[in-house]
């Protein structure tokens, strides 16, 4: 099966536009606490954030400009897929076990606490990805998406990158910093579409 540069952009693109989907629709269904299955989404985002690897790091090799931000691209999918798998397999776990024994709960919540890390690290990378691809459709004629996109992308790495550094009960709540991600991917998805149709 052979891919072309424009096919690798325009799937990475719609993989960021189902991943920043279901996302939203995670946190929305949490603040409305509404009971889901918790496996579905996150198995299904670890199915995306594997293609979205995949098809990022061939656009990564093909491309002419912009190798670091679809290395940014490429690599915040491997840290997410990390973070779900973690969440998948080891929280429910260590949830148990610290229930049965309290000496285990600071160990449960390292876990958690490891998690939350990985998380933000992908959501600083996919913020980067957004200011390099932003400032690129600025620089092609694009400046309103451009510019929105390099500013949210801005944001998303000063607010992931205070809870890396702060950790996550510093002065910043994480929902801001994961919101910005979130809404960065979105961007970065039209930004990308541009370019696939561009090419």
Same mark, same amino acid.
């Given at each position: 099966m052979n891919f072309t540069n424009k096919h690798t952009?325009?799937?990475?693109?719609?993989?960021l536009f189902l991943l920043a989907a279901t996302q939203a629709l995670y946190t929305l269904l949490r603040m409305a606490g509404i009971d889901f299955p918790?496996?579905?989404?996150?198995?299904?985002?670890?199915?995306l954030f594997t293609f979205l690897m995949a098809f990022a790091g061939a656009a990564m090799v093909r491309a002419?400009?912009?190798? =670091?931000g679809w290395s /940014? !691209?490429?690599?915040?999918?491997? +840290?997410?897929?990390?973070?779900?798998s973690v969440g998948l397999t080891m929280f429910t776990p260590f949830r148990e076990a610290a229930g049965q024994n309290?000496?285990?709960g600071p160990l449960a919540g390292a876990v958690v606490a490891l998690s939350?890390?990985?998380?933000?690290?992908?959501k600083l990378l996919l913020g980067f990805a957004a200011l390099i691809f932003?400032?690129?459709?600025?620089?092609?004629?694009?400046?309103?998406?451009?510019?929105?996109?390099?500013? =949210?992308?801005?944001? /998303? !790495?000063l607010a992931n990158g205070i +809870?890396?550094?702060f950790g996550r009960n510093a002065f910043l709540p994480s929902a801001v910093a994961g919101g910005f991600g979130v809404l960065a991917t979105l961007l970065l998805a039209f930004c990308l579409i541009r370019v696939a149709s561009e090419d």
């Open positions: 952009v325009r799937a990475t693109s719609y993989l918790r496996q579905l989404f996150w198995g299904t985002e670890s199915i002419k400009h912009y190798h =670091v /940014a !691209i490429a690599f915040s999918a491997a +840290l997410n897929l990390v973070q779900v309290e000496s285990l939350f890390m990985i998380y933000y690290a992908a932003g400032i690129a459709k600025m620089k092609d004629g694009a400046k309103p998406l451009g510019g929105l996109t390099a500013l =949210v992308g801005v944001v /998303a !790495i +809870l890396i550094v």
